[in-house]
């Protein structure tokens, strides 16, 4: 059986979990509080960080890396395109949305109100290139939720919680959101205080 490490407030770890649950595969979380990591995170992890997946003798961290080996392993439903142009233009949107979106989360999080600020405005500033998209499909590749609509989520749930307020003219893109937030799959991967955030 697999084990996920998860930050209870993590986006990164949240993005596994949803994974876990579109698979409906067996499973283990492991909470863990942030503000008091277990000695022996940083032994699975070196850079002491969640989400981190352990199956017998493997662990893998990183978040993309951890839900493309579950696909693999795992290949129904599948989440990354089968066709390999496809595929490879889905790891460089993954690869966009870490540098352009995630980023920043640091900034927001721990970092002094300028650099809040400067980070609203870069995520404000992306996600608004990718709104037109919605006006047209379901999902980012779509009909289908993919590993990128997976990969997004869990930023587009703390929105609020950042302060980042989109302008009115983003009514696809909150659509959208919505279709992703009432995925049984996203519903399960909820922990409580992710829940607390939007209270």
């Avoid at 970092?111 to 999902?139: D, H, W």
């Amino acid at each position: 059986m697999m084990t996920l490490y998860s930050g209870t407030t993590c986006p990164f770890s949240q993005r596994c979990r949803i994974v876990l649950y579109e698979k409906g595969m067996d499973f283990e979380v492991v909470d863990v509080d942030l503000e008091n990591k277990p000695e022996d995170l940083v032994i699975m992890n070196p850079y002491n960080r969640t989400p981190v997946l352990v199956e017998r003798d493997l662990a893998l961290f990183e978040s993309n890396i951890i839900n493309e080996y579950i696909d693999d392993r795992f290949p129904h439903p599948q989440l990354m395109p089968a066709d390999p142009v496809m595929r490879a233009r889905a790891r460089l949107f993954l690869f966009r949305f870490e540098n352009e979106l995630f980023y920043h989360v640091d900034a927001l999080e721990q970092g002094t109100a300028k650099q809040a600020e400067k980070a609203r405005l870069f995520i404000k500033e992306n996600l608004m290139r990718m709104a037109p998209v919605f006006s047209r499909q379901k999902y980012m590749l779509g009909d289908e939720c993919s590993m990128l609509d997976v990969a997004i989520a869990p930023l587009l749930w703390r929105l609020e919680r950042y302060d980042i307020v989109l302008p009115k003219g983003a009514v696809a893109l909150m659509k959208y959101a919505e279709r992703l937030f009432s995925r049984p799959s996203y519903i399960e991967s909820m922990t409580p205080a992710e829940k607390a955030m939007r209270k």
